[in-house]
């Protein structure tokens, strides 16, 4: 088992970032952790952003935490650490989740929801999805690479290419996606 890293609700909601953080984590990159909470602000902006509706949403969740039961982090957990954050108040239940979960890492992209005065105190660090995915890279290239050809393959409604993939997921990492582009240059 790898490191833990908790999942930001913001982080879960472009489908291609999310395909790519739980491909990397069936790779065993490392051990992904998130709240009922998080899953459950997950499934109200996809809503809210009109990516689609409640029952989509709904699945889409439900189907995030039946390929990773081990991630959920209780609910009484995150409610008894919870109190203790000093980080953005609305963002205190996931660093309570990192907290519960024993994790290191929590990957957001609202990095200053979660300065160093309220992470570095209890061992987490708080890193853009971007910064994460290029530090799994760095750990296991081959991994990086395979998880995102078997991404592309997978797609087939609509079909992308791998190139097509990696312009999705640029949006949100694009230092990940150029070391991507780079590897299958070199092929």
């Keep these: 088992m790898g490191f833990q890293a908790v999942l930001d609700a913001d982080v879960l909601l472009p489908a291609p970032l999310r395909d790519t953080l739980l491909r990397l984590a069936e790779a065993d990159l490392y051990v992904p952790r998130w709240s009922e909470r998080i899953l459950a602000e997950v499934a109200k902006n996809l809503v809210q952003s009109g990516r689609t509706d409640r029952e989509r949403a709904t699945r889409v969740t439900a189907t995030i935490a039946a390929a990773f039961p081990e991630a959920i982090v209780s609910k009484s957990v995150v409610s008894t650490i919870e109190p203790a954050m000093t980080n953005d108040p609305k963002d205190r239940h996931v660093l309570a989740a990192a907290v519960g979960a024993g994790g290191e890492i929590v990957v957001t992209k609202n990095l200053g929801d979660f300065p160093p005065a309220a992470c570095d105190p209890l061992g ?64």
Excluded at 125 to 137: C, E, N, T
Aim: hydrophobic residues 50%; glycine residues 4%; proline residues 6%.
């Design 124 to 187: 987490i660090q708080a890193v853009s999805p971007d910064g994460f995915l290029v530090d799994l890279y760095h750990v296991d290239r081959a991994a990086a690479l395979r998880a995102l050809v078997d991404q592309a393959a997978a797609l087939t409604n609509p079909a992308l290419t791998l190139p097509e993939v990696l312009n999705h997921i640029g949006r949100d990492a694009p230092e990940f996606a150029g070391l991507i582009r780079e590897d299958l240059s070199q092929r």
